[in-house]
């Protein structure tokens, strides 16, 4: 779970979270240096989930770095150190509750019953949702960026932007994060299009996606443009292949 400026939302989430009930479960704070305190409450919230245990078994831990380079490098960072510390599975979400927490679980059940690697919390398989508080601009530059990256990298999934997935620990390892090159939010699709690739199966279950509990985005005009040049990027890196 990347922050950057989620003080009012973080333990809320966090939470929410631990309180799932999933064997093994640990989460991982990724904070770039947020200037609100993000990273000094998700200390003392490690602290405190971590104390509560009687096993002494850590539920939670913080990722600190000392610089905001982007989404899709914190996302690096804190997969990169998930498998390090052996784990099997890891989700992707977001701090500022848009993403169901009470989700998490059948993404994990789908990916042990059904054996791929990547499941992707959907907005736009059948089932799926947006808030009703999305404007209608952001509704339909959403569904456009989503039609834009399938289109170019010739995918079937339906949601390649979606923030909010499983990814076992083989496919994040057959990827290989460090040949990564997206910062921003493409970084999401980035990474589907190469699981896919690289031959590990996807599915999607659809989730209704939630406007920000607190705080503002962090989507900015440079990520857009970054998102718009992605999709190109790849396509042609593999057709010169």
């Known amino acids: ?14 939470e929410a979270v631990l309180q799932l009930p999933l064997d093994g479960l640990h989460l ?5 240096s947020s200037p609100d305190g993000t990273g000094r ?5 490690a602290e405190k989930y971590n104390a509560d245990r009687a096993d002494g078994e850590h539920r939670m831990s913080v990722l600190h770095r000392t610089a905001k380079d982007g989404l899709g490098r ?25 993403h169901p927490v009470e989700v998490v679980p059948r993404l994990v059940g789908t990916a042990l019953a059904t054996g791929v690697g990547l499941v992707i919390g959907s907005r736009y398989v059948e089932g799926g949702a947006l808030d009703e508080d999305w404007g209608r601009h952001r509704v339909l530059l959403s569904r456009f960026a989503n039609q834009y990256a399938r289109t170019v990298l010739g995918t079937k999934i339906r949601d390649i932007t979606a923030g909010f997935n499983l990814w076992s620990a083989d496919t994040l390892r057959d990827i290989g994060l460090t040949t990564v ?3 921003g939010y493409s970084f999401q699709v980035e990474l589907k299009y ?16 939630e406007e920000r509990a607190e705080g503002v985005s962090k989507m900015s005009l440079a990520t857009q443009l970054e998102s718009a040049l992605v999709p190109l990027r790849l396509r042609l890196r593999d057709r010169r292949r």
């Open 1 to 14: 779970m990347p922050t950057y400026n989620e003080a009012a939302n973080l333990p809320r989430m966090a």
């Open 28 to 32: 991982k704070i990724v904070d770039d």
């Open 41 to 45: 409450i998700a200390d003392e919230l």
């Open 74 to 98: 914190a996302y690096i960072a804190g997969m990169g150190a998930a498998l390090d510390e052996g784990a099997a599975y890891v989700v992707q979400m977001d701090a500022d509750g848009s």
């Open 181 to 183: 090159d997206s910062a």
């Open 194 to 209: 190469k699981a896919v690739r690289a031959g590990h199966g996807a599915v999607e279950i659809p989730i209704r996606f």
